[in-house]
Structures are given as structure tokens and as C-alpha cells.
């Protein structure tokens, strides 16, 4: 059996092991030396995620501009990016839907004050636009002096309950266009 040392901590009771070092075991600075080693990109074990979702989409972008031998830096606008993240966040966080059936189909409105009311207005019609090409749906938005009215509508039952299941913020993370339209603003080629 290995002695334990009780340690007091203002936090509460910490408890280690003493034991000598066996052949192959590390100490916690080999583990630190190793973790440096591996930040420096010189080993596979490395987190995907930067921290923080925005911070790492614009990493990422960052990284695939770098790459490209073809970037024109003078056009390149990571502040536009960092701005619609903005919006993405406040979409999503803070905007109130309320979510109705119709004859019509699915009616989403969507309402928001600041930010958010301006995320809404420039979103949700964009958006609506990418739905109309992605699927069998018929997707229309219109703004409104507090946000924006979705409506989709679908011929197809399991389809109309998709959507009634979706809700607004699963409708609005339906397809990968948002990867590209990020790289293109970034690029500066976007508006």
C-alpha cells in the first residue's frame, strides 16, 4: 500500500499519493514539458475548439485565408465577420418567437429590440432565401417595424411536422451555406 499525505487547502481537503517514480511514469512537469510540446503543433492530441464559438470561427477562418496563397489581404475584412457573429449571437440568444400554425403552414414571428432587432431584419429574409433553394419548403419573410415574419409551408405532412418540430432556431441552422457565406465575408465579398 502506498502512504497518503493529507494536504489542507482553503478550498477543502486535497489528498496525495507519495510514491517513488516507477520505470516510464512522468512527473507533473514531464506532463507540462509535454502539453508545451504539444501547443507548439508538434503532436496530433490537439483541441479542435478555440475557446469560445465566435473566437473560433474567426481562427479557423484566419487559418484557411493564411493557407491560401491566393488571399488579397487588401480586401480582407475579419471585422464584417466578427460583426455578423455579433448578430448570429443576438439572433439567437435574445430574440422571442412565437411560433403558430395556419392555413398558410408555419408562422414564425420574430421580435427583438438594438442589436437584435437589426440581426432579425437582416437574417431572417437571407435566410429565408437559402430555404427556398435547400428544400421542397416555401419559405417567405417579410420585416416588421420589431422583426420579421417567417412563414413555411410544405406539401408534404412529415415535412410540415419537421418544421413545426424544428422551430425557428433549428429552421435557421439548416445548412452548411453559413461556412461559406462567413469565408466570403472574411475574403471582403460580401456586403
Known amino acids: 500500500m502506498r502512504p497518503m499525505l493529507f494536504l489542507a487547502t482553503s478550498v477543502g481537503l486535497a489528498i496525495a499519493t507519495i510514491a517513488p517514480?516507477?520505470?516510464?511514469?512522468?512527473?507533473?512537469?514531464?506532463?507540462?514539458?509535454s502539453h508545451m510540446h504539444s501547443a507548439t503543433g508538434m503532436s496530433a492530441d490537439m483541441p479542435v475548439e478555440a475557446g469560445q464559438s465566435a473566437f473560433a470561427s474567426i481562427a479557423e477562418i484566419v487559418a484557411i485565408l493564411t493557407r491560401d496563397p491566393d488571399t488579397d489581404w487588401s480586401r480582407v475584412n475579419i471585422s464584417a465577420l466578427r460583426e455578423h457573429l455579433v448578430d448570429m449571437n443576438a439572433l439567437t440568444l435574445d430574440a422571442r418567437?412565437?411560433?403558430?400554425?395556419?392555413e398558410d403552414g408555419t408562422v414564425f414571428t420574430i421580435t427583438g429590440t438594438g442589436r437584435t432587432l437589426r440581426a432579425i431584419q437582416a437574417m431572417v429574409p437571407a435566410h429565408s432565401a437559402q430555404l427556398n433553394q435547400m428544400n421542397n419548403w416555401q419559405v417567405t419573410a417579410k420585416t416588421t417595424p420589431s422583426g420579421a415574419i417567417m412563414t413555411i409551408s410544405a406539401a408534404d405532412t412529415v415535412e410540415r411536422t419537421k418544421i413545426e418540430s424544428l422551430g425557428f432556431f433549428g429552421v435557421m441552422a439548416i445548412g452548411a451555406h453559413h461556412q461559406a457565406h462567413h469565408l466570403a465575408m472574411a475574403r471582403g465579398n460580401m456586403h
Do not use: E, I, M, R
Open 21 to 33: 517514480l516507477q520505470a516510464g511514469q512522468t512527473t507533473a512537469a514531464d506532463n507540462h514539458a
Open 97 to 102: 418567437v412565437v411560433q403558430t400554425s395556419s
